[in-house]
């Protein structure tokens, strides 16, 4: 559905959005003059119409039930507008945007109205003479402070909706609807062309400004305050606006479209396994299960042995998401399975400090590793960077006495910053691997930065001289975002170790091409 188009500028939602939220107002003002109603009659036979209740305050309430009459009378008209046609019939909702004009009008003297009745409620209300000005006064102060809280979440709704390329948008499709209606016309296009170029290059540059902003507010909380930090929120917004540039979709649209093909992909395979023609059992998690399916057999010893070695090292992937995974993972008894005691800075017991950066003062990260890895004793953990920093999944190095590796582990995805990895999905080239390979920007980059870490400091290196006998061989293993970038580094790494081993559990689809 293209978005909405009211005061001659395109908005981040349909005319088709607004059933829903125009009954809610709709169901709210009812009840609210309801209520109203009653407490003038209420007031009416308690009092009468004496001068000081009509005179004093009972205009407010009788004037406040006629405005919230015309709001429910233009919400319900709304509401059945905005439900009529189709996705793409946007004919049927014509009246939308003169319906929207005359709730704006009417928003602006609601707001001025409950405004100046939180005024008057304070000046007329306590000095009354009416029995029940407790009642009404109560009743009141509900009414205006719940308008006021609609009103509130309004203008939020409003604010979250305001396209800041949306003028610029309206424009550029409406030089473009023109140029089309006059391309049989013998007059020079050289102008009408070189405006279209012009909006389109400032449509561009407002659509990275709103994806900047928007990045920036969803991730406030990764605290990226450095120059070259803020650099990947650039990444992310171009890459966004790159995909959303030219598509008139809303938030709305694009949901519905995900569980639409959803859908769509299981009527699909419920179609193809009632097909006679076929010998397609069932999909399983989009594989389709046929009598020339392979599965893992078991009963062969090497291949049985390869299970056992693939189930060994997936326990080092989910010890390296640290004392949060574990506590997501096992939260009955995380507390029991990681032993915490004795490794705070301050306990005297504390003897030898493990090289593991951005842990901390407790050492929960190494001991949830430590602990819920494979590891024989802790003397066999060589390295660790937790310090989650911008492009650079926390990682560690360890040795495995029981298949003879040296284990460097990537953590998947677990905070912000990780996530601000994922959002990277652009391609960019692996010269270095192979000249026609690409692959997932953020995680390339988060192999770079794994990669020099390593070959600066060694670390490799130093585990395999730590080895207590020959033989031992590199293998790097991660789950998801782990996964994701596992693969590329053991590319860079194999030069150097022919021999290595990569398991990427649950790896990311559209990793490498």
């Known amino acids: 559905m293209p978005g909405l188009v009211v005061f001659n ?64 009378v233009n919400d319900v008209f709304i509401a059945v507008q905005s439900a009529k046609g189709g996705v793409f019939d946007k004919k049927a909702r014509h009246n939308i945007p003169v319906l929207l004009y005359i709730r704006t009008a ?57 396209d800041s390329a949306g003028r610029t948008f309206t424009k550029f499709q409406n030089l473009q609807q023109n140029s089309a209606d006059n391309s049989t016309s013998s007059e020079p296009t050289l102008s009408v062309e070189t405006r279209q170029e012009i909006l389109s290059r400032k449509l561009r540059d407002l659509h990275e400004e709103k994806w900047t902003s928007r990045v920036t507010a969803g991730f ?42 959803r859908k769509q992909q299981k009527s699909a395979h419920a179609d193809t396994v ?33 299970f056992t070695c693939m189930l060994h090292f997936a326990e080092y992937a989910l010890a390296a998401y640290g004392y949060q995974g574990q506590y997501f ?57 937790y310090e989650n920093k911008p492009n650079f999944p926390s990682y560690f190095v360890c040795l495995d006495h029981t298949y003879k590796k040296v284990v460097l582990c ?42 020099a870490e390593l070959t600066e400091h060694q670390i490799l290196e130093s585990a395999f001289d730590r080895c207590p006998t020959s033989g031992y061989s590199l293998l790097v293993t991660g789950h998801s975002l782990g996964a994701g970038v596992a693969p590329i580094i053991s590319f860079r790494l194999r030069e150097k170790y022919p021999h290595l081993y990569c398991y990427a559990f649950s790896p990311p689809g559209g990793l490498l091409r």
């Not at 930090?229 to 995900?258: P, R, T």
């Not at 000249?435 to 990669?451: E, L, Y």
């Open 329 to 385: 993972f096992y939260p009955a008894k995380a507390c029991c399975r990681i032993n915490i005691c004795g490794r705070c800075r301050g306990c005297p017991s504390r003897q030898d400090e493990r090289i593991l950066v951005g842990d901390n003062c407790c050492q929960c990260q190494y001991a949830a590793i430590t602990t819920c890895s494979p590891l024989s004793s802790e003397d066999d953990f060589i390295y660790g960077n």
């Open 274 to 306: 009632q097909q006679p023609t076929n010998d397609i059992y069932q999909y399983l998690s989009g594989m389709a299960i046929s009598p020339r399916t392979k599965f893992l057999t078991l009963k062969d010893e090497n291949m049985q042995s390869e």
């Open 410 to 451: 990537i953590r998947g995805t677990l905070s912000i910053r990780d996530a601000l990895i994922d959002l990277q999905g652009d391609s960019t080239k692996l010269d270095d691997i192979h000249p026609s390979w690409k692959g997932h920007r953020g995680m390339v980059a988060a192999a770079d930065n794994i990669f």
């Open 220 to 261: 406030c909380c990764a605290a990226l305050r450095k120059p070259s930090d803020k650099a990947v929120f650039n990444k992310i917004a171009i890459l966004l606006a790159d995909y959303f540039d030219n598509l008139d979709v809303v938030l709305s649209d694009f949901i519905a479209g995900m569980f639409l093909l």
């Open 106 to 162: 009417l928003l602006v003297v609601e707001t001025i109205w409950a405004c100046s009745g939180c005024v008057l409620l304070n000046w007329k209300l306590r000095t009354s003479q009416c029995d029940s000005s407790d009642l009404v006064y109560t009743l009141l102060c509900v009414v205006v402070g719940s308008n006021m809280v609609v009103i509130f979440f309004t203008l939020l709704t409003l604010y979250m909706s305001f």
């Open 9 to 72: 500028r395109r908005w981040s939602i349909g005319s088709d959005d607004l059933p829903v939220p125009a009954m809610i107002l709709v169901f709210l003002n009812s009840v609210w003059v309801i209520a109203l109603v009653s407490m003038v009659i209420e007031v009416h036979m308690t009092d009468g119409w004496r001068g000081d209740c009509s005179g004093g305050f009972l205009w407010y309430p009788i004037m406040t039930i006629g405005l919230l009459a015309l709001l429910t």
